[in-house]
């Protein structure tokens, strides 16, 4: 085992521009799929953060020369 460990290092330090890319690479998936996660775990796989999620109500303002639907935020 020590001796596969002591040849990976030597195959890592013969090849720098390799070795960078596959931690760049590696960094970049696991970070994306981390950060992919921690959204729809907060969006979708959550509940609301209220006592009865059912009765929140979406508000809209209607603007009579146009046809856009403004949503409106109150506290």
């Known amino acids: 085992m ?10 890592m330090r013969k090849t720098p521009g390799f070795t960078a890319l596959a931690v760049l690479t590696l960094a970049l998936g696991i970070g994306l799929n981390t950060a992919i996660f921690s ?4 969006l979708f796989l959550r509940g609301l953060p ?8 979406h508000v809209y303002s209607h603007a009579k020369d146009q046809t856009v639907d403004f949503p409106l935020s109150a506290p």
């Open 50 to 57: 209220f006592q009865q999620p059912a009765r929140v109500l």
């Open 2 to 11: 020590i001796t596969d460990f002591r040849f990976a290092l030597r195959q």
């Open 39 to 42: 959204l729809i775990n907060d």
